[in-house]
């Protein structure tokens, strides 16, 4: 399955997966918010929520200033 994260297009071994999965797959920690074909999802919904091969996902980490 090929998918882009961020602008990049990454390569996996599995037809589909969770975006927890995914998340655990990449190392990506906590504070995040996920993206999925432009849509925002809800962090009560990754475990539930598949990616599949061709999807977009984007992951934003917050930005502190002033």
Do not use: H
């Amino acid at each position: 399955m090929k998918i882009s994260i961020n602008g990049e297009i990454k390569e996996f071994d599995k037809d589909s997966m969770t975006i927890q999965e995914l998340l655990e797959l990449i190392d990506y920690g906590k504070g995040i918010a996920v993206a999925l074909n432009e849509t925002f999802i809800l962090k009560t919904k990754y475990q539930e929520t598949t990616i599949k091969d061709g999807d977009r996902l984007d992951i934003l980490s917050p930005v502190q200033g002033g």
